[in-house]
């Protein structure tokens, strides 16, 4: 994640310190198309990420709120997994990005934003994406290209 400039992630630091969980209130919510859900599975779904890192920056979220991933069983990790191959063949497919980075950050301490929920982060890379980041720097400006986004990957899950 080096060299990617996020400014907008200082209103998700500030706004994640209410007790309410944003991925267990999403998925209760079904309201899947407001929330920026590409698609749910029968143990985890896939969102748009909110305060996104790069273009088509999404995460596969467990279902189950559990913080660690040995507290899930083999048929939810297998689960997790389909959904993220999927997530990343329909990327490759629509934004035709160069490389990805697909992290797990388990624990506060090791950069997780969502620290109880298990989830992984794909973050789509292009050669140059360090320069383009800054532009998106209004929110206005990232809640409309997020959406663009959103229905640019949408049919390819329906
Ligand atoms: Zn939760």
């Not at 209103?11 to 994640?16: A, R, S, V």
């Not at 709120?65 to 899930?72: A, G, Y």
């Not at 360090?130 to 959103?150: A, C, D, G, Q």
Request: aromatic share 10%; with cysteine; charged share 25%.
């Amino acid at each position: 994640m080096e060299n990617l400039f996020a400014p907008w992630r200082m209103e998700y630091i500030e706004k994640g310190k209410k007790d309410s969980c944003i991925f267990c209130d999403v998925l209760k919510e079904n309201n899947d198309e407001k929330n920026l859900i590409l698609t749910r599975s029968s143990h985890s779904f896939l969102i748009l990420n909110k305060y996104p890192y790069n273009n088509g920056h999404l995460m596969v979220v467990a279902n189950l709120h559990k913080k660690e991933i040995e507290e899930f069983n083999n048929e939810e990790i297998l689960d997790i997994f389909s959904l993220l191959s999927k997530a990343i063949r329909v990327l490759k497919k629509v934004l035709s990005p160069q490389g990805f980075n697909i992290g797990i950050n388990l624990g506060e301490v090791a950069g997780a934003g969502v620290k109880d929920h298990f989830h992984i982060h794909i973050v789509p890379r292009w050669q140059g994406d360090t320069n383009f980041m800054p532009l998106l720097s209004e929110t206005k400006v990232i809640s409309e290209h997020l959406r663009t986004t959103y229905n640019k990957l949408i049919p390819y899950f329906q």
